[in-house]
């Protein structure tokens, strides 16, 4: 695991350091969208209202908008609050731990002792066990401040955001209003009913039946040859993990590719050769991928990308 955050648990005088992981993950088979046809990528882009360009990532800001007006906010902004500066988890109080509401319950984290001698953290690891209380406490992650619930799991300490009151709906259902009357023996047999099925909980008993169908079925049409080659998907626009700084690259390297290009130009039939090969060198990446490799007519927009 790699530590998101990294910080200090402080209550009194007492000062923790702590490294900061996400305690869990999800185990979701990831997918994408592609057209029916030709099993080429949909993407999406970030494009303005206003004038219609594709916008990189770097150029753009949040807002407000009150349904009237439009507030930006840059990362200056954002970065000027104080509760964005601060590198402290501060413990607000001790509670009975029952008194934490699960519907509260949020995001899930595990907290590492990060110093030579993790003695503290083991001192606040007993305490909490010993007086059965949780820790209720602030700090801020990711542009937001958070209330959270520090609580032991084992002989890790673990750190549960929790929503905040006003982020609770309120249950407010007419049929919990009317009046409604149980027998005796109704009662008598509901709870024989709980009592057959009860046991132990056990979550490793438990799996997601339909993520592992859905393993299956891909590994099935994968073996019976039912796949597109990745490489015939590809449309003009590459995978943009990073945002719009792909796009800055691409046209980097095309500036580069034509300076390079100028320089030789005076070169006569030396010059002509170097515009051949800088012709070959500007088409390996797409080689590099795959496509030059294989057979299969290519998409319309995979042609309409090479002629270009």
Not at 65 to 86: F, M, Q, W
Not at 184 to 195: G, H, Q, T, W
Not at 217 to 245: H, M, P, R
């Amino acid at each position: 695991m790699r530590a998101i955050w990294k910080g200090a648990l402080t209550f009194g005088l007492v000062n923790v350091p702590v490294k900061v992981y996400a305690a869990t993950e999800d185990h979701d088979v990831s997918l994408h969208q592609v057209h029916n046809k030709d099993g080429g990528r949909i993407r999406y882009q970030r494009v303005c209202e206003i004038d219609g360009e594709v916008v990189p990532y770097s150029d753009i800001d949040k807002a407000y908008d009150d349904g009237e007006k439009t507030v930006i906010l840059t990362k200056e902004d954002l970065e000027s609050l104080p509760a964005e500066r601060s590198r402290e988890i501060d413990v607000v109080e001790f509670v009975p731990s029952e008194q934490i509401d699960l519907l509260t319950l949020d995001r899930a984290y595990y907290l590492e002792p990060d110093s030579s001698s993790p003695k503290a953290y083991v001192l606040l690891r007993k305490t909490l066990e010993q007086t059965d209380r949780t820790a209720v406490v602030r700090f801020s992650l990711r542009q937001k401040t958070r209330l959270a619930a520090l609580r032991v799991r084992g002989d890790v300490l673990v750190l549960q955001t929790l929503l905040w009151a006003d982020e609770v709906r309120e249950a407010a259902f007419p049929a919990l209003d009317e009046s409604v009357r149980i027998s005796a023996k109704e009662l008598e047999l509901s709870a024989s009913l709980v009592e057959s099925f009860s046991s132990d909980f056990d979550p490793e008993e438990f799996t997601d039946e339909y993520q592992a169908e859905l393993r299956t079925l891909i590994e099935a049409k994968l073996e019976k040859g039912d796949a597109v080659d990745t490489s015939e998907t590809f449309g003009e626009q590459e995978e943009q993990e990073a945002g719009g700084e792909v796009i800055d690259l691409m046209a980097a390297l095309r500036a580069s590719v034509e300076k390079s290009r100028a320089a030789r130009e005076g070169g006569g039939a030396k010059a002509d050769k170097s515009d051949k090969s800088d012709k070959k060198d500007a088409s390996s990446p797409a080689k590099s991928k795959g496509e030059a490799s294989t057979k299969k007519p290519a998409a319309k927009k995979t042609a309409k990308k090479k002629a270009s």
